[in-house]
């Protein structure tokens, strides 16, 4: 079973986005051109990604003392995917890019990560060399990001430390000025680093001949204190190698040294590691004069934009990495369902059911003829497609944003702030379901590592913690983003919803479904208002997930009568009806769970949050 129709769909039928090529900026482009790169992300995600997904997982990296060791594999399909020209797909002809539409490049994307999600870690160079592209200074966009998008460097992010995880105010990475003329260098303010990053993705290999980390860290006061919360962090670029003004390696390590390797549950084909900074294992320019702990101490690193604006500096690349996050998510969903869905259109067991129940004479069915194996695949289908139907159209928000008349580009970035934690989280939750789901369809075999699909799921359970908690989400967009200007965001995406209901109820079999979602908008809607009616955080914020849940679903079921409106007016064969089919389960099964979820929403329900400690 290929991915390719429904992406085809997606792309063409439903987002239209061809119609792309009519602004400026993607004119050379056409439909052929968008065929094109997605032939190529396939074949090279068919040919260098799956065939040795197995591989990374059972190969981890290992140090040997001196370097990590990663499988063969890795490296080839590290190299064929920045050959193909995808890490700068989105970049300016100017720097080597493709000027392609975000959507596209997002819909391209997808085959790696459901091919071997864990193999690539193009998502974290990509997203740190757009921060530098909005943040840094001429010198460090042609410097760090222009040879992260060659694939020549690659890139990390490094938020989260050992004592403080996604408290990010408690980051306590010092950074201080690096000699009397720390403001003259050309890559930026110099400063010395000193401090531990904890789960870095893709911080230690041999895949690249520099990685180039982004790094968290605090400037102390005049006191020698560091200052108290977000507002008091700043972003450093720390090269694992130094490097010069014209970008040539000086032959000096710098104070990055690998402290671990982090042994996952899942996603092993990349490192995920501890890293210290400034500790001494490589001292940097030891001749320099610091004024930290003598004479060179510390990891040096260059600051990028303004002391105490790193946070909304690394937003850029945390927004980048969320949607990219769901994506993963979403295919690693989705090549369970293609596996389950294999295995039960071939696995014989049971018979028929008739008015004098089960004859064993007759032929065993398949189990896909059974109701119940209907309905695990069903759901499955119905998340991840719905899922992935979610992602693109935030990608492809992303384009208006950037491309738009003024208006529309604004209406986009806003509906961006409230989808995001959606676009991160319920793919997150629900795709990791439908890998769940895809274990049960294979019943005992499921369990063991002879068929895939217990490797997705290992793999997919990560994402709900990656780039922000499930709790983090929610507090995130019932706490701030349902709220900002004034609610603006959510009216937008009311009037989105609206749009959707008024267009399904010209069609008689789209027109119940449009009404349940008419229904489910305004219970969320009644419910925001509910969880905020005291003005007390904590009261309203106590039951974020639930609301988070019930937010995605009513999106989703959203999500997914739109898309049926395309699938109406298509030809009808097996896809349509799928499509259909797969709409009609989410409004029959899942959108009623919303009244649960926000019943404690509304009710400020206390059970969680009053329990006391000892009660446990």
Known sequence: MSLRPTVDFLLNDWLGVESLNQRERF?????????????????????????????????????????????????????????????????????????????VEAAANAFFAMASVSIGSGMLTVGNANLLMAHGTETQKRVFALNEFSGRWSGTM??????????????????????????????????????????ISAGEHELTENIIHLVLAKIPGPDGKLPPGVKGISLFIVPKKLVDADAKLTGERNDVALAGL??????????????????????????????????????????????????????????????????????????????????????????????????PSRPQSRIIEHADVKRMLLAQKSYCEGALALELYCARLVDEQHTGAPEAADEARLLLEVLTPIAKSWPSEWCLEANSLAIQVHGGYGYTRDFPVEQYWRDNRLNMIHEGTHGIQAMDLLGRKVLMENGRGLQLLAQRINGTIERAM?????????????????QVGAATKAAWATGQPAEALANAVPYLQAFGHT???????????????????????GRLGAMRFFFHYELPKIGAWLGVVSRRDATCAALPEEAF
Not at 42 to 58: G, L, M, Q
Not at 174 to 191: C, T
Not at 272 to 279: P, S, V
């Open 27 to 103: 004119a050379d482009h056409s439909r052929e051109t968008f065929d094109a790169v997605l032939d190529t992300c396939e074949r090279i995600a068919r040919e260098k990604y799956a065939p040795f997904n197995r591989t990374v997982d059972t190969q981890e990296p290992h140090f040997d003392g001196e370097r990590v060791v990663l499988p063969q594999a890795t490296h080839d399909a590290q190299k064929a995917y920045a050959e193909s020209g995808m890490l700068s797909a989105a970049q300016d002809y100017a720097i080597g890019g493709m000027q392609l539409p975000y959507t």
């Open 262 to 359: 982090n042994h996952k549950c899942g996603w092993r084909g990349t490192t995920n590691t501890l890293l210290n900074f400034g500790e001494g294992k490589f001292p940097a320019r030891a001749d320099g004069a610091s004024g930290l702990d003598g004479r060179g101490a510390g990891a040096i690193g260059y600051l990028v934009g303004q002391p105490g604006e790193g946070l909304r500096c690394m937003f850029h690349m945390m927004n980048e990495a969320r949607i990219g996050v769901g994506m993963a998510a979403t295919m690693l969903g989705m090549a369970g369902y293609h596996a389950s869905l294999d295995y039960a259109k071939n696995r014989p067991q049971g018979r028929p059911v008739g008015p004098e129940g089960k004859d």
């Open 555 to 577: 999106v989703l079921a959203w999500i997914w009568l739109d898309v049926a409106l395309a699938a109406h007016a298509a030809p009808d064969g097996p896809a349509r009806t």
């Open 506 to 522: 010209h069609v008689p079999d789209l027109a119940v479904h449009g009404n349940a979602l008419g229904q489910a908008l305004a």
């Open 158 to 199: 490094c938020l989260s430390e050992p004592q403080a995880g996604s408290s990010l105010s408690d980051v306590a990475t010092r950074a201080v000025p690096d000699g009397d003329d720390f403001m003259s260098d050309p890559l930026g303010p110099r400063f010395r680093l000193k401090g531990n990053k904890m789960w």
